[in-house]
C-alpha cells in the first residue's frame, strides 16, 4: 500500500535555534558490517545508538532526513514521568508488580534524560517544575484521586494539589480551578536534545548516515537494511521510526496511529509578561484529551501547542486560534505576536501504552508513546539497547503489555479515531 507523504511544513523555532554542532553525516553508500544497524534518528534511535555505541558495539544509525526530522525535533519538549496511558490501564494488564516496575523506570527516565544532558554538554535549557493543570471540577477531582493513588499504591509523593495563590504563584491564569505539580517533571529544547544525544553516540563511536532511508529490511542472522544507495548487514537491527510508517515490519500495521500535533512560538516575551504568565518557568499541560501544553523558552518565547489533525494538514486558521486561546488564557500578552508554526506526528496506541518489543530473535522495536516519549523514547532506546546486550528483564517488562490494533481495518481506521477523539472532547466540556 502506498503510503500518503505528509504535506511539506514550517520550519519549527527550534530548526530556527540550533545550539548542537552535529557534523556532517553523509549518505550511505556502498555495504557496511555492524552489530547493531538502528533505524530512525529520533531519541528513540539515538539513545540506542548511544548506549550501545558506549557498551563498546559497532552501531550504523540511518536517518531518512535529519537528526531530530521527526516528533523529537518538533515537541513541546515536556519531559514528563509516566506514561500516555493510565497507569490502571498497566495495572489491569500485567498486574500492580509490573505496574510499579513500569511507573518506576517511566520516573528513571526523566533522571537519564537530566543525566544526559548533564554527562554530554547538552545545551538545551534543561528546567525542571511541570503543572497538569484541571479545566474542570471533574478532572480537579481525577487529577486529586491519582495524586492519592501515586502516593498510597506507587511511593510516588512528588505530586502535589495546587490550588488558589498557591497555583497563581505558578501559573497566572484565571483558566484553571487547580493543578498537580510535580517537582520531578520538567522541559527542555528537544532538537537539541536529540542533536546533543546524536553527537554523544557519535563521539562513542556510532557511526550517522542522514538521508539515508531504509527501504527494505532482509531478515535474518545477519539482517540486512537496505538503502537507496548502500546497505547495512547487522546482527540486530533497531527499528525507531515512530509515527513514520516504513513498511518494513508489516505485522505491526495498525497498532499504532499517526495523528498531527501543532505549534507556536511568539516573539519573546518582556521579563515582567513573563512573570505574569509561568512565573516559575514550570511547564504546563491541560488535562484535556486534546489537550493544550505550553511553557517558555530561554529567550521568553510562549511555546504553545494544540490543536490536531488526521490528516497531515494544518489545521485551517492556525495562528489565529492559537492567538485566540493564548488570548483567552493570559489576557496580558494581547498583542505579542505568533512568529512561528509546525507541526509533527505522534503516534499513538490504541490503549496510549509504549509497544515496546521484539519480532523474531534480532529485530527490535520500540514506538507509540502517545505524546508522552521526550523521556520515554530516552529510556526505551536505553531498553533496547540492553536487551540486545542480553539484559531483557527491564525491556520484557515493557513488552509484556498487550496490544492490539485500531479497530475498523485500513479505511475505517481514522474515522473511528476521529469520532472517538469527539466523544472525549464533548466530555472535557462536561
Ligand atoms: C508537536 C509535538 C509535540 C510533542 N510534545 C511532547 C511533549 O511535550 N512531551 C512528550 O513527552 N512528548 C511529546 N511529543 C511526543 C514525542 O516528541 C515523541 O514521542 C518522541 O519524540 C518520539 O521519538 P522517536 O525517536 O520514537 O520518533 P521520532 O522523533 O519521530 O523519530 C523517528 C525518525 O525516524 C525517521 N525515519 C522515518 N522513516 C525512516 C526510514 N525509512 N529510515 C530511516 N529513518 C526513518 C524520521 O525521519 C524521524 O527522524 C510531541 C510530539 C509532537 C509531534
Not at 73 to 97: F, Q, Y
Not at 266 to 285: G, I, K, M, Y
Request: aromatic residues 6%.
Amino acid at each position: 500500500m502506498a503510503i500518503p507523504p505528509r504535506p511539506a511544513r514550517p520550519a519549527s523555532w527550534y530548526r530556527a535555534s540550533v545550539a548542537v554542532e552535529l557534523g556532517d553525516c553523509p549518505p550511505l553508500a556502498g555495504e557496511r558490517r555492524a552489530d547493531v544497524c538502528v533505524i530512525g534518528g529520533g531519541i528513540t534511535g539515538c539513545s540506542a545508538a548511544l548506549h550501545l555505541a558506549e557498551r563498546g558495539y559497532s552501531v550504523v544509525l540511518l536517518e531518512a532526513g535529519e537528526i531530530g526530522h521527526g516528533a523529537s525535533g518538533r515537541s513541546g519538549g515536556h519531559i514528563l514521568p509516566g506514561l500516555g496511558t493510565d497507569i490502571a490501564t498497566v495495572e489491569k494488564a500485567l498486574g500492580r508488580v509490573r505496574a510499579r516496575e513500569i511507573w518506576e523506570m517511566s520516573r528513571e527516565a526523566v533522571r537519564l534524560t537530566a543525566a544526559r544532558v548533564e554527562r554530554h554538554a547538552i545545551p538545551c535549557e534543561l528546567a525542571w517544575g511541570y503543572l497538569h493543570a484541571a479545566v474542570t471540577p471533574r478532572q480537579v477531582r481525577e487529577l486529586e484521586a491519582f495524586r492519592e493513588r501515586m502516593a498510597r499504591d506507587y511511593d510516588d509523593t512528588a505530586l502535589s494539589l495546587l490550588e488558589g495563590d498557591a497555583l497563581r504563584q505558578h501559573v497566572v491564569s484565571d483558566a484553571y480551578p487547580a493543578a498537580l505539580f510535580d517537582a520531578e517533571g520538567g522541559h527542555l529544547h528537544p532538537l537539541n536534545y536529540t542533536l546533543g544525544l546524536a553527537r554523544a553516540a557519535r563521539r562513542a563511536g556510532a557511526a550517522i548516515h542522514e538521508h539515508s532511508a531504509a527501504v527494505e529490511l532482509r531478515r535474518g542472522e545477519p539482517a540486512t537494511v537496505v538503502t537507496a544507495r548502500g546497505r547495512v548487514v547487522a546482527d540486530s537491527v533497531v527499528h525507531g521510526t515512530n509515527a513514520y510508517p516504513t513498511g518494513l515490519m508489516p505485522e505491526l500495521s495498525g497498532r499504532i496511529m499517526r495523528v498531527a500535533n501543532y505549534m507556536i512560538a511568539t516573539a519573546p516575551l518582556s521579563e515582567a509578561q513573563a512573570a505574569r504568565v509561568l512565573p516559575q518557568n514550570d511547564a504546563l499541560s491541560d488535562a484535556n484529551f486534546v489537550l493544550d501544553y505550553y511553557r517558555l523558552s530561554a529567550d521568553r518565547r510562549l511555546i504553545f501547542g494544540g490543536e490536531v489533525s488526521y490528516d497531515g494538514r494544518e489545521p485551517r486558521h492556525l495562528i489565529a486560534r492559537m492567538d485566540a486561546k493564548i488570548a483567552r488564557l493570559f489576557p496580558v500578552l494581547e498583542g505579542v505576536p505568533i512568529v512561528y508554526r509546525w507541526g509533527g506526528d505522534v503516534a499513538i496506541t490504541l490503549d496510549r501504552a509504549p509497544d515496546i518489543g521484539r519480532l523474531g530473535p534480532n529485530i527490535y522495536y520500540a514506538q507509540g508513546y502517545s505524546g508522552h516519549g521526550m523521556a520515554l523514547a530516552g529510556l526505551a532506546g536505553q531498553l533496547l539497547a540492553e536487551a540486545i546486550a542480553g539484559q531483557r528483564e527491564r525491556f520484557d517488562a515493557f513488552a509484556a503489555m498487550p496490544h492490539r490494533r485500531f479497530p475498523g481495518g485500513r479505511l475505517l481506521r481514522t474515522p473511528l479515531l476521529v469520532l472517538a477523539t469527539r466523544y472525549y472532547q464533548l466530555r472535557d466540556l462536561l
